[in-house]
């Protein structure tokens, strides 16, 4: 089963992130925790792109697939035109160093890295795609 | 979406948040916190019990408060999360870089300890 929704790029919209990953997930039985932690890392995944390649505009548009497989190998796809920002090329600072500088960012690549079993760039269709792989056993 | 909510008790602030927090929400959680912080209240407690979702940007706001609530010597204790909350926070370690408990009186006991 292949789910896909387009959304704006206003931070407004994360929500309706949430509930469509939420909604995908469903009837899959994936535990609770695991999908509270999924919704999690594409809602960072999402807002980061909304801030740092688009710049928040809403007239930017993501497509967010959701590919549901047979078994165990669920694939979350995050399709855009915005500069690519490599979550794999960026190194996140240490907790210490985000206390003792009072930085509110640096943490949601963490959580996704922490998340998420794979994450991969790759082009389609002269589109940047984020592929993010979650394997629920 | 997110209401926050304050009030005091026996010297403490409490600050309830009520919904979800994200990118788009974080700073009235910021703005919170800043309040109290400038009213100039000694201990801060956070009602976690409402709170339906954290994203890093919630979680970076109270990351941001450490040093200078260390610094004031303002103990702030976050209680009641639900189970799905409290995992995003020890995902990340937070949970031992932050003062939470299970309950009020739990939050008010370690907040008077820390304010000694």
Do not use: W
């Amino acid at each position: 089963m292949n789910y896909q929704y387009n959304i704006g790029c206003s931070l407004s919209n994360l929500k309706g992130i949430r509930e469509f990953v939420r909604n995908s997930l469903k009837d899959q039985h994936v535990p609770e925790i695991e999908m509270s932690a999924i919704v999690l890392a594409l809602d960072e995944m999402c807002s980061n792109l909304m801030i740092h390649a688009h710049h928040c505009n809403p007239d930017h548009m993501l497509e967010l697939h959701i590919h549901i497989p047979v078994q165990g190998k669920f694939i979350f796809e995050i399709v855009d035109n915005g500069s690519v920002f490599n979550i794999n090329e960026f190194h996140e600072p240490d907790l210490d160093n985000l206390v003792h500088q009072k930085r509110k960012g640096g943490l949601g690549i963490r959580l996704v890295k922490a998340i998420m079993d794979n994450v991969e760039y790759l082009k389609r269709d002269e589109k940047n795609v984020c592929r993010l792989t979650k394997i629920i056993k | 979406m997110v209401h926050i909510k304050r009030l005091q008790e026996g010297g403490a602030d409490i600050i309830s948040v009520i919904g979800e927090i994200d990118a788009s929400s974080s700073i009235e959680l910021d703005l919170a916190i800043a309040k109290s912080v400038g009213e100039g209240f000694k201990q801060i407690l956070v009602d976690c019990s409402a709170l339906e979702y954290i994203s890093s940007a919630g979680l970076g706001v109270f990351m941001s408060y450490i040093e200078e609530l260390k610094d004031k010597n303002i103990p702030m204790v976050l209680f009641g999360m639900k189970e799905k909350v409290a995992n995003t926070f020890s995902i990340l370690g937070l949970a031992e870089l932050l003062h939470i408990t299970t309950t009020k009186p739990e939050a008010k006991k370690l907040a008077d300890e820390l304010s000694v």
